[in-house]
């Protein structure tokens, strides 16, 4: 869908992409960085409105440099900031935009409608976009980067500036654009945990550099981690203390977990698992204690952990 090999962008004081070599697929790909990253100034590049200083890139197969206007007709555009005229209704707004596109009057009507109804908007639709709230302004601005039925989405912070249940919906409308529709989707945040259950794949800049591309299930990957928490019994009061000795009298490596110093962490034991023998005797340990199995699961990373624990090893030992 998208490739870049070396790709920078020079201002006159900063440098915004520096030496970026990208390969993107099909499906929903998030472009992470924080304020100031490059994500923008990508995007324009993408969408051959900014010449890059260095480098080239494609998207769908056609060069930025040299197929601008190709680019643009495949290709919905989300932009980060408001730029809805607030006199007009959604719409007469998101109409104009597939006329703009080159549909016919019919066609762009009925588009329009189904694309509306899509992201959420009803009966507002006729309302002038002037009395909108942010979250139904986001919606009008996906809808006009879909209208036309493109090949692939480029997004701008489209959570920007929603409240959690917003930010939500918004990412769940993301999420279907790529799973109804077949539409690819490459979405910028600063938030890299919000786009963990929405993207197949991640792309983290920072600086105007690469810092990892890679898929979700990399990030998010399934450790061999198990979290349990068992009751406590007459026999035994500290039943969590219990189990931690006799598992490790068996052999088991217990953690130190990333829940210690949390509310209610001394109660959750963190051990690796060696297999399906480490669940059995987990099984067999707690009821040979006689203590109560409360839950016993295995724990995934989260994308933030990650971050959390390359910035630890980074810290100078001192
Ligand atoms: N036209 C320009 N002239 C000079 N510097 C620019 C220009 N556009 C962007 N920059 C600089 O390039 C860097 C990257 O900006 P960019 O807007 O791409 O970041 P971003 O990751 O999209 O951040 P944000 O989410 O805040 O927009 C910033 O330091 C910015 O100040």
Redesign the pocket.
Known sequence: MIATESLS?R????T??DRLSLDIGPGVTGLV????????????ILLGLSPATEGSARVLGLDVRTHGPEIRERVGYMP?HDCLPPDVSATEFVVHMARMSGLPATAARERTADTLRHVGLYEERYRPMGGYSTGMKQRVKLAQALVHDPKLVLL??PTNGLDPVGRDEMLGLIRRVWTDFGISVLV?S?LLGELERTCDHVVV?DG?KLLRSSSTSDFTRTTTTLAVEVTDSDSHPDGTGALRAALAAAGVTIHAGVEDGLPGAGHILLLEAAGEETYDLVRDTVAGLGLGLVRMEQRRHHIAEVFKAKDQEEVPAR
């Open positions: 962008k201002f006159p004081r900063v915004a992409l960085g924080a304020n100031g990253a490059g994500k923008s100034t990508m995007i324009k980060e701008d912070e910028t600063h800049i105007g």
